[in-house]
């Protein structure tokens, strides 16, 4: 079983829309969990980091985690063509807390 | 505010060549340092971090190495580039923070081997 997993995509939603991504972990303990935006030929750049159970809102994102679970989302509201790119999720695991572990990630793209 | 460098940005070496990329840190003391590959289309693969000077882990064995000789500096090296070590090399940094290590990263050396 992969540490953390994701939906590799493409994931297609109308400009406006909410897109909803999403990831599972199988450090059961795992502390804290990232999301990054990379745009193609670019490095990641973190969007939203949550730590606790339940929802954490940053302007159009939304995290949510339910470690009961083992399962971290990502929404986005009203979908623009700028975030189209890939997304990835990323679990800093209990067994080593100075790892970061990340998803294949899921490429998103917002039709107009 | 913290910053990360690292080069050269863009690399073509022959098969069997030695690599070495270099990544700097400022603005920070005492990160941690990672070295992530990305392949063409795919997810970010950790290869080596490090928690202090001359402390690396590695997570994947293959025919690189890294090493941290300086606080602020990460350095990968391989002997012979074999055509699989081709793909987009990341460093990162994060804060000593336990359990929230948002980790940020530098621009990236996409790497060919030929």
């Known amino acids: 079983q992969k540490e953390v997993e994701q939906n590799s995509g493409p994931l297609s939603v109308p400009e406006g829309a909410i897109a909803s991504l999403n990831c599972t972990y199988s450090?059961?303990?795992?502390?804290?969990f990232f999301w990054y935006r990379q745009y193609s030929g670019k490095s990641p750049e973190l969007i939203m980091s949550?730590?606790?159970?339940g929802d954490k809102e940053d302007g159009r994102f939304t995290a949510q985690l339910n470690k009961a679970s083992q399962y971290v989302s990502l929404l986005i509201r009203d979908s623009q063509p700028s975030d189209s790119a890939t997304y990835l999720c990323?679990?800093?695991?209990?067994?080593?807390?100075?790892?970061?572990?990340f998803g294949s990630g899921t490429r998103l793209s917002i039709r107009p | 505010s913290q910053t990360i460098h690292q080069w050269p940005a863009t690399l073509v070496q022959p098969v069997g060549s030695p690599l070495s990329l270099e990544c700097t840190v400022e603005?920070?003391?005492?990160?941690?340092l990672y070295w992530y590959r990305q392949a063409a289309g795919r997810g970010l693969q950790l290869l080596f971090y490090?928690?202090?000077?001359?402390?690396i882990s590695s997570e994947v064995p293959q025919n690189l190495s890294a090493s941290r000789p300086q606080d602020r500096q990460f350095i990968l090296s391989s002997k012979k580039l074999l055509l699989s070590d081709s793909g987009f090399y990341l460093c990162?940094?994060?804060?000593?923070?336990?359990?929230?290590?948002?980790?940020?990263f530098g621009q990236g050396t996409r790497l060919t081997v030929v």
């Open positions: 990323a679990v800093n695991p209990y067994s080593s807390a100075s790892k970061i572990i």
């Open positions: 949550i730590y606790s159970n």
């Open positions: 450090d059961r303990v795992s502390q804290s």
């Open positions: 990162a940094w994060s804060v000593k923070t336990y359990g929230a290590e948002e980790a940020f």
């Open positions: 603005g920070t003391s005492n990160p941690n």
């Open positions: 490090s928690v202090g000077i001359g402390q």
